[in-house]
């Protein structure tokens, strides 16, 4: 079962703005780096921001995360049908031992 | 440039056993963590198994644990997950996962592993 909760589901007509919460607790987002990954339908998961709100190459400037505490956060703008997928977010969490994934949230375009 | 294949999934009875293979190119294997990650039909991630560059240091899930085993070759650039003991809610699809620091930088295509009578 996922330590890091997110809301199941968020939608939004083109162009807009969506923001995707990930809650987590002092021995994993609180302690440590937030990474999220996008995964398109049937594909493999993306690397879209590490470092709580750090860029790869390649992935839009549309993508943006922050941190907070024991939360964490990424925003979607100017959004567009080819971000229809599932997002997660991830940390390592110090009390388990391991690498924990959110429990992922599905961005539909109105 | 990266890229990682996985090979070795497959249909097995439950109390089974598998091997899955993940082949390592474009990087230097050596000098990086891997991460066995699964995907159940319709479920999210989970991480199942991680292990440091150098082999000596492993992680696993507690639902894992006693059962599988990960395990690497740097001399041949090859990540293994051996799984014994399957169970029915082991069946998902098994991503390899190259790890930079705290993040997964590049991801294979995967491998399906149903478990069935």
């Known amino acids: 079962q996922s330590v890091l909760t997110q809301p199941p589901s968020v939608s939004e007509a083109p162009r807009q703005r969506v923001t995707i919460s990930c809650s987590g607790s002092?021995?994993?987002?609180?302690?440590?780096?937030v990474n999220w990954y996008q995964q398109l339908p049937g594909k493999a998961p993306k690397l879209l921001i590490y470092?709580?709100?750090l860029l790869p190459s390649g992935v839009s400037d549309r993508f943006s995360g922050s941190k907070s505490g024991t939360s964490a956060s990424l925003a979607i703008s100017g959004l567009q049908s080819e971000d229809e997928a599932d997002y997660y977010c991830?940390?390592?969490?110090?009390?388990?031992?391991?690498?924990?994934f959110g429990t992922g949230t599905k961005v539909t375009v109105l | 440039q990266v890229h990682l294949v996985e090979s070795g999934g497959g249909v097995v009875q439950p109390g089974g056993s598998l091997r899955l293979s993940c082949a390592a190119s474009g990087f230097t294997f050596s000098s990086y963590g891997m991460h066995w990650v699964r995907q159940a039909p319709g479920k999210g991630l989970e991480g199942v198994a991680f292990?440091?560059?150098?082999?000596?240091?492993?992680y696993y899930a507690e639902s894992v644990k006693g059962r599988f085993t990960i395990s690497r070759d740097n001399s041949n650039n090859t990540l293994y997950l051996q799984m014994n003991s399957l169970r029915i809610d082991d069946t998902a699809v098994y991503f390899c996962a190259k790890v930079f620091g705290s993040r997964h930088d590049y991801w294979g295509q995967g491998a399906l592993v149903i478990v069935s009578s």
């Open positions: 002092s021995s994993n987002i609180g302690n440590n780096a």
């Open positions: 292990i440091k560059y150098d082999g000596n240091t492993k």
């Open positions: 991830a940390a390592w969490d110090d009390s388990l031992n391991g690498y924990v």
């Open positions: 470092y709580n709100n």
